[in-house]
């Protein structure tokens, strides 16, 4: 399986500041990897896929990149309803696994 | 605007199957993967098992022996049972629709688009 990590796993951060959220993967692959936002008590949601592609009807602040074992999430301005977990998930391989998540919190 | 919406039991013992079913509603069934994934409480999420564009399922290693995914196209329905459940089972399960495309060997899932609310299940005797 490929294992995932993120960092940081917590981060404190105020509305307007620039969030960058890191990947790294056990092996490298090209693009098969998608960014989820996780609320209390509701459905994951799909931010990225492939990457860098925007999901249909997710703001422009955030974006992805990367490939090979390392990959980023940015949100370029941080808005109050942002605050949340996010997760990496791989899609290359079989299993699809998930990194451990990047809580997100108001400094 | 496509919707999952999922059920199933919440509260079960010790050595009994999990049952869990999600009707998928407003949107084409059999362009998709349709995956199940699960958060334990204070834990992440992991990837159950799928029914794929091309019919068959796959499933994580880890649960592999205990697991089956199962479909009803004349429903749009796709259902997740899990034998011999522990505690270690006890968690939030997700049914999720999965986003694709074409390669020139088969298809690619690419990420989980839509998913159900989540149905909480407990195994405690």
């Known amino acids: 399986d490929i294992q995932l990590t993120q960092s940081p796993s917590f981060l404190s951060a105020s509305v307007g500041d620039r969030v960058t959220i890191t990947c790294r993967a056990s092996q490298g692959f090209s693009s098969y990897l998608a960014w989820y936002q996780l609320k209390p008590g509701k459905a994951p949601k799909l931010l990225i896929y492939s990457a860098s592609t925007l999901q249909s009807g997710v703001p422009s602040r955030f974006s992805g990149s990367g490939s090979g074992t390392e990959f980023t999430l940015t949100i370029s301005s941080l808005q109050p309803e942002d605050f949340a977990t996010y997760y990496c998930q791989q899609l290359n391989s079989y299993p699809p696994t998930f990194g451990p998540g990047t809580k997100v919190d108001i400094e | 605007q496509v919707q999952l919406q999922q059920w199933g039991a919440g509260l079960l013992k010790p050595s009994e199957t999990l049952s869990l079913t999600c009707a998928v509603y407003?949107?084409?069934?059999?362009?998709?993967?349709w995956s199940w994934i699960r958060q334990p409480p204070g834990k992440g999420l992991e990837w159950i098992g799928e029914?794929?564009?091309?019919?068959?399922?796959n499933y994580n290693p880890s649960l592999k022996n205990r697991v089956t995914i199962s479909v009803d196209t004349s429903n749009n329905q796709f259902s997740l049972k899990l034998s011999s459940v522990t505690a270690a089972d006890t968690a939030a399960y997700y049914c999720?629709?999965?986003?694709?495309?074409?390669?020139?060997?088969?298809?690619?899932?690419?990420?989980?688009?839509?998913w159900g609310k989540g149905t909480t299940v407990t195994v405690s005797s």
């Open positions: 999720a629709r999965g986003l694709s495309i074409t390669l020139v060997r088969g298809t690619k899932l690419l990420g989980m688009d839509v």
């Open positions: 029914f794929n564009r091309s019919g068959s399922t």
């Open positions: 407003g949107g084409s069934f059999s362009i998709y993967y």
